[in-house]
Every structure is written in C-alpha cells, then in structure tokens.
C-alpha cells in the first residue's frame, strides 16, 4: 500500500507544483501520470476470476457496478458501452477510457465512493488485502485527488504520516475498513458528492488511444 500511495502523492505535488494558466491539466504529462498511478491501485487486489479474460484482468466490471448501485450514474457506463461497441475496444480500454475520463473531470472519487460504500459489491471483485478494502488508504487517495481538484498542495498535509512510512502497515489498517463507523464515512462522503457529477460531458480527445495510458501494472503489496 505504501508504494502506490507515495507514488500517488508524489505525482500529486509534482503536479501541483508546476501548475500553469491552463489550469491542473496544463501540465504536459499530468493527466497520464495520475491515471497509471491510479491504474495500479485499481489494479492491486483484484479478483481474477472476476476480471474480464484478457491477460491480468480489468476493473471494468467493478466499475460497472455504478448502474445498479446509483442509477443516476447509468449514462456514464452505458456511453462508453456504446463506445466499446463502436470501436470494438475490450475491457482494458474500457476501464482506461473511464478512467480518464473520471480524472479529468475531477469525479473519480465520488464514483469510486459509491462503488466501494457496498461491501458485497466490493469483495466481489477484490480480496481483503486490496488498497481499495484499506479505509485509511482511500481516505489518503481522496485527500489526493482533492488537492488536486482544488490546486491546493497544503492538503496533502492532512495524510497520516503513520501511512507514509514504508513497511509499518499493520493488520489494524485491514480490520478497520469493517468497522461500522468507516462504513458510514464512507456513505456520508457518497452522499455529499454524488450531485456533483457532469452526466454529459463528452469524451476527451485522445481517449481512444488506450496506448498511451501505458501497461498494466502488477499486483503490489
């Protein structure tokens, strides 16, 4: 967990610290960096046997989830379904493309929030020692994303320093994402947001070009 977290973060200062005019994604590269470290923590854990048939599986399923778990999210994942139909592309691009998509528009947090607030649905598709089933992992990343929604890098302060040093995850970390009063952070958090997302926005440009979001990465601990 440490290893995809520090890289999380340190992507997230590089990026704030060469903010420009243009605005968070002005910053040549930025947007791709953030989506291969966030890639790999989709990617740690996961179930194979719930992942699609391709060589180290894909979180697009999971992510389809977002249908039955918040309806109003349903135009999301059915616009790109109709992509992938277009364009024949597999679950490994369809999981990047939301992805993107997701970063760029600064919502990936609030549809992460709902599909991991569902327990059932979790576990469905990731075991226990994944980064998402880490309550405190996932509050670190959302404090990433939040810093970098808002261009503030003193956010980053907030993290717990206890998460920020290598090899002192204990078992505590694993046993607190049960616990009731994660499970209603976590619902507090969905419910807040959710409003927020902008159900029409089209695709970025680019977006088809799963190339460039780089290889998959391993499972890590």
Known sequence: YYELLIKLKRTTEGLLASHTAQGVWGTYGGLRRVCLDTEAILYHGIKKSQSSSE???SFWQF?????WLSPSLAPIVDKLNRLSQARRLGDTEMGRAWLRESVQDHTLMTQLDILIS?????HN???DDAFLCQTDY????????RAIELGKPALLSEISPYLLRSGQVGAALSRSSSLPINRASRLAAVVTTEGQLALGCSLPSGINR??????KHSHLN
């Open 118 to 122: 569902d327990e059932k649905h979790l």
């Open 63 to 67: 992510v389809q989830g977002l249908k």
């Open 210 to 215: 799963s190339s460039e979001m780089g290889n």
């Open 125 to 127: 598709f990731y075991h």
């Open 55 to 57: 060589s180290d599986g």
């Open 138 to 145: 996932v509050m670190a990343m959302r404090i990433c994303f």
